[in-house]
């Protein structure tokens, strides 16, 4: 006869609970607007302990094909998040996530809003300033001038607190 034994809540093998906070993490992703399987494939990167796998690594872990793997690796490249790297002496290649992937996903996302900052400013003179498109287009660069600015304080302020917490 084998014994049975429960498990209380948050317990379970290593790898269910790895799969567990990958799904739900991939979920809040998907609902802030990435792609599904690229969202999957982020969380799995982030949550593995050397911050990469292989493609059939991912394909294993989650279950899906090496094609989805491909689709969500590319797209998480083209954003800056996942790098290739190729493991030594092999043809196969490892998805990496950036050392400071936040950091530098921010610092992308401050120079974004001061390009739109730019065109809406634009937008306001072509629109006329007394118009109500000239009106909105003013008032959304004004919101991202100030995102601009307070997003470097805060940048600044990580820097110095990670600075301080002793990480590299």
Do not use: C
């Amino acid at each position: 006869m084998s014994e049975m034994t429960t498990a209380t809540p948050g317990e379970g093998d290593e790898d269910d609970r790895i799969s567990r906070f990958v799904e739900r993490f991939a979920a809040e992703l998907t609902a802030a607007g990435m792609q599904r399987m690229a969202s999957r494939v982020f969380a799995a990167l982030l949550a593995s302990d050397t911050a990469s796998m292989t493609s059939a690594e991912l394909a294993e872990q989650l279950r899906i094909s090496p094609a989805a793997v491909s689709g969500a690796v590319r797209y998480l490249t083209q954003v800056g998040m996942v790098s290739r790297e190729r493991d030594p002496g092999t043809r196969r290649e490892r998805y990496v996530l950036h050392n400071e992937l936040w950091y530098e996903t921010f610092t992308r996302r401050d120079q974004v809003l001061a390009r739109w900052e730019k065109v809406l400013l634009d937008g306001t003179r072509l629109l006329g300033p007394d118009s109500p498109g000239g009106r909105r287009t003013a008032e959304t660069a004004e919101f991202f001038a100030f995102l601009h600015r307070e997003m470097s304080g805060i940048m600044d302020r990580w820097a110095a607190h990670r600075k301080a917490n002793g990480a590299a």
